[in-house]
């Protein structure tokens, strides 16, 4: 496979970033993961670990070297991340689990498949067009589909945050599928939080990869967001990918996959120790981490 990818987390005018991005590849499949956790101190945070570092390791362990049902993985793989959240919780004593939102996407054979839980976005982009986007699972997307608000309005509406599906909820996450789609030269796809595509409208994302290749029409892109949402900037979030199986060219920010071994794995995953979370102290980093890791342990085949 090659291909271009690029991967961005920033906590914008918050606290902390409770935002996680993930992307893994192997010689013959990649997958991308963005989650956005939900709560308070510390809860955020951990929910959209566990549910990016769920899916990466269990991409890890799966891919060899691709995945014999991508969207039977992602169902699977999203499923166990909010199983994992109770785990978290029962350990914590806590009332209720901490909760994210997350989008996933999995490319074998030159084809995206996808899936997502609550109004974390993935866009389909060629051409300069949106060949395809993920329906929010939000109050206010059933205010769009009813035709009582318009599309433009999503970002300043007062529900916009009102989510009805997610990891980690009281009841099993409904986790949308996509159906297999096929990829083309300089295809892009873009998987992304609702602090970044909050404040850019289609037109925007699509114009400035006209423009410019991934590698700067998205920092760009990201520059934009936050100087848009202004001093009470949401996390904003995203991991982009390019397409160029075929290219005669090389991309900026290039991978080609056949420099791996048959059964490797090269991974990107953000994680405490590199996210600004800024209001944790190192005790609770430290303890947050390892519980996590039990949490997600109880989820994974033990070795042999």
């Known amino acids: 496979m090659r291909f271009s990818i690029f991967q961005e987390s920033r906590k914008g005018g918050r606290e902390s970033n409770q ?3 993930s992307y893994a590849y192997t010689r013959d499949a990649l997958l991308m993961v963005v989650a956005d956790g939900m709560g308070g101190h510390l809860h955020g945070e951990v929910a959209s670990q566990i549910a990016a570092q769920l899916l990466t390791e269990a991409f890890q362990r799966e891919a060899k070297p691709k995945l014999a049902d ?9 499923t166990d991340a909010h199983f994992a959240l109770g785990d978290y919780a ?8 901490p909760r994210t939102t997350c989008v996933a996407c999995v490319v074998q054979d030159s084809t995206a498949f996808w899936a997502h839980v609550g109004d974390s976005r993935l866009y389909h982009i060629r051409e300069g067009r949106i060949q395809a986007q993920t329906r929010d699972h939000s109050r206010v997307q059933m205010l769009v589909d009813q035709g009582r608000v318009r599309e433009e309005a999503v970002a300043a509406h007062p529900d916009r945050n009102k989510i009805f599906n997610c990891i980690g909820a009281g ?3 409904q986790v949308e599928l996509s159906k297999p789609a096929l990829l083309r030269e300089d295809d892009t796809l873009i998987l992304c939080t609702d602090g970044w595509w909050g404040p ?7 114009a400035a990869l006209l423009k410019n290749d991934l590698i700067k029409a998205i920092p760009e892109l990201l520059d934009l967001a936050e100087l848009r949402a202004g001093a009470d900037s949401d996390n904003l979030s995203v991991v982009a990918m390019t397409w160029a199986e075929k290219h005669v060219r090389t991309l900026a920010g290039e991978v080609s996959t056949q420099t791996l071994v048959l059964n490797g794995v090269s991974t990107q995953l953000e994680d405490f120790s590199h996210a600004d979370d800024s209001d944790l102290s190192d005790e609770e980093i430290e303890r947050a981490i390892q519980e996590i890791r039990a949490a ?9």
């Open 19 to 21: 935002d996680r991005t």
């Open 70 to 78: 991508p969207f039977g993985f992602l169902q699977k793989s999203i």
């Open 90 to 97: 029962k350990t914590r004593n806590l009332i209720e689990s």
């Open 171 to 173: 009841t099993l996450p």
């Open 200 to 206: 850019l409208s289609g037109k925007l994302i699509t």
């Open 296 to 304: 997600i342990r109880k989820h994974m085949p033990q070795k042999p």
